[in-house]
Each structure stands twice: as structure tokens, then as C-alpha cells.
């Protein structure tokens, strides 16, 4: 939580600099809870961020200017992801924050990682996109099937992270015995690249930038997850279902990656008040946000309002569903 993107701080300083003291007075700071810097949370985190941000003093959206909440200034934090932000905005260390849809569902219900300790003021202000699991192998190296790993060095992700607790899952499903490492993206990649690990799991949206210097640099492969594979970890993961990793999504893969993906969403409290979700929600679905959106990050593509309420299984803040309710997406 205290690595704050450094657009945020240098946008942050901008406005105290030159903004009057009065309106370092009216700010107020939204800060949304992210992942790695290697991933997809943290720039889609910044992205929406950017987009919900109005400061005092900046020039309205009729004129041209942003359009996000007046008086907003949102900050993309890194952290370790889905399980580490849904604790913190249910603790209200973090006003808001991305997570994968099994954590969101299951911090909500008090089970699975969160068994016997529910983060049930919880709230969903959008559904985003899939994110697709990654089993990164080495370069020209190749897997039989998931048994394979059994023995092998696999980072299994960042402890606090929902791709830890769906790959232990996995690993756990098919008795496989491996060397774990509790790792970030970057040091996945790095440890790969270096030789010490034989493996490593990552779930998020693609591409991640990570993957794209490991591609240019030593270059990598996509583990192909069979049909059976699939729809095994579908019943273990009700939340994963069967999706597709695109050739050339990486530069250096050639041929379609089958895998399976959660959905990730954007989350805060239900102790946020209901007209600054209500003004965020407008803000994230305004036509200069789906610019932003699909200019920003080839995942930004994905985010859509049509899927805002796809695969939601808790309750929408209220404010949220106001806006949800004006579009006759919700009754």
C-alpha cells in the first residue's frame, strides 16, 4: 500500500504546486487497492483512477476537461492483490480495489480463504474483465499434462493474492507435490528467466508487461490446459471458466493458449458514501472514460458496460446500483 504509481504522486504534486491552498483543502483522496507492477490491476487501477479523478480547480467535462468527480483525486495503490484488497477495504484501509470474482464471492461469504472471517460490508461497483490463467514454462520447454509439475520449482503467486489461492487448489486437486515459491509477477519472470524456477502460475488480464519483456529477452511458453483440465478445475473453481490466451497476444507466442479465467471487479464499501459511488460509477461509464479505457491498455477493450453486472454474486453498492437502476440494468 505505500507504492503509489508514480503518475499519481508526480499528479498529486502538480496540483498542490500549483493549485491555491483552498484547494488542496477540498480535495479528497479515493485510493484504490491494485496488484503488482507487473501485472494488469496496476495500470487498469491507474487507468480508472485517472478516469474518476476531477481535482479542484480542473476544467469541467462540458468544457473538456475531466469527468470524473468533482473534488476526487484517485491514487492506483500496489498491493498484492485480490485477497490482500478485500481485507483492506473491508478494514477501510483502502477506499477501493480491484479482485478476482472468487475472492470477491467467497470474503463476502466468509468461506474458502475467508472462512470464519467474512468481509461482508463488501460492495461491487462494476464487473471488468476475465482474466486468464497463466502457466508460464521456460523457453522450448512443454508440460504432458498438469501432473508434470509434481516435483518441479512453480511459483504459485503472491501470498494475499487470488491466483494463490486457485493454484493451490489446482495443485491440491491433483495431489501434485511441487517445490512452491510465493511470488509476485515480476519475480516469477525474473526467477524463470534466471533459471530457478520451472514454473509459475499468474492470473489477470492480458498482456501482462511482464510476460512481454520475458518474451524479448529469454522468451517463454503458455502451458495449453486440456479440455479435461478445464473443465476439472470448472467444478473445483465454479468461478473459472473455459477461456482462450489469443495467438499473438504475446509477441512470441504463435499458437492459441486454451486456459481458464475469473472475472475481475472493482470493489468498495458499503460504508462509502452513496453519492461519491454514485458520481464514480457515472464517471467510469462516461464516453472520454471509454477512451481512456481503449486506449489505455489492450484489456481496457474489455471493460464494458454491458458486463458491469456479469457474474456479480454480491451485493452492488448503493450508489452503483442507482446508477445501474437510471440504465435499466437493474430493477
Request: hydrophobic letters at 40%; one cysteine or more.
Amino acid at each position: 500500500m505505500k507504492f503509489y504509481s508514480k503518475l499519481a504522486v508526480a499528479f498529486f504534486a502538480a496540483i498542490v504546486g500549483f493549485g491555491n491552498f483552498s484547494y488542496a483543502q477540498e480535495m479528497k483522496f479515493f485510493r484504490i487497492g491494485t496488484g503488482g507492477a507487473g501485472g494488469t490491476y496496476f495500470p487498469i487501477g491507474g487507468l480508472i483512477a485517472n478516469a474518476i479523478s476531477s481535482p479542484p480547480g480542473a476544467r469541467s467535462c462540458a468544457k473538456g476537461g475531466t469527468c470524473g468527480v468533482p473534488g476526487l483525486v484517485a491514487i492506483a495503490v500496489s498491493t498484492n492483490a485480490s485477497v490482500f484488497n478485500m481485507n483492506a477495504v473491508h478494514a477501510g484501509n483502502l477506499e477501493a480495489g480491484l479482485a478476482g470474482a472468487q475472492s470477491v464471492t467467497q470474503g463476502y461469504e466468509g468461506t474458502g480463504k475467508f472462512k470464519g472471517n467474512k468481509k461482508d460490508k463488501v460492495r461491487i461497483i462494476a464487473n471488468l474483465y476475465p482474466e486468464d490463467m497463466h502457466l508460464v514454462l521456460p523457453k522450448g520447454s512443454e508440460l504432458g499434462s498438469l501432473n508434470d509439475l509434481n516435483g518441479k520449482r512453480v511459483g504459485v503467486a503472491s501470498a494475499g493474492s487470488g491466483t494463490q489461492v486457485s493454484v493451490r487448489m489446482i495443485l491440491k486437486h491433483y495431489g501434485i507435490k511441487a517445490k512452491e515459491q510465493e511470488l509476485g509477477l515480476k519475480q516469477s519472470a525474473q526467477r524463470l528467466a534466471d533459471g530457478q524456477l520451472d514454473a509459475f502460475f499468474y492470473a489477470g488480464g492480458t498482456p501482462f508487461a511482464a510476460l512481454i519483456q520475458l518474451g524479448s529477452t529469454k522468451g517463454f511458453e503458455l502451458y495449453k490446459f486440456s479440455a479435461d483440465e478445464r473443465k476439472q478445475i470448472n467444478k473445483i473453481i465454479p468461478y473459472y471458466v473455459e477461456s482462450l490466451i489469443p495467438a499473438g497476444t504475446y509477441e512470441t507466442i504463435n499458437y492459441d493458449v486454451p486456459t481458464v479465467a475469473v472475472n475481475g471487479q472493482l470493489v468498495t464499501s458499503v460504508d462509502q458514501p452513496s453519492d461519491l459511488i454514485y458520481g464514480i460509477t457515472q464517471a467510469l461509464w462516461s464516453k472520454k472514460t471509454r477512451g481512456l479505457l481503449d486506449k489505455g491498455h489492450s484489456k481496457g477493450k474489455a471493460i464494458q458496460l454491458k458486463t458491469a453486472l456479469k457474474g456479480v454474486l454480491i451485493p452492488v453498492h448503493p450508489g452503483a446500483a442507482k446508477f445501474y437502476k437510471e440504465k435499466g440494468m437493474m430493477q
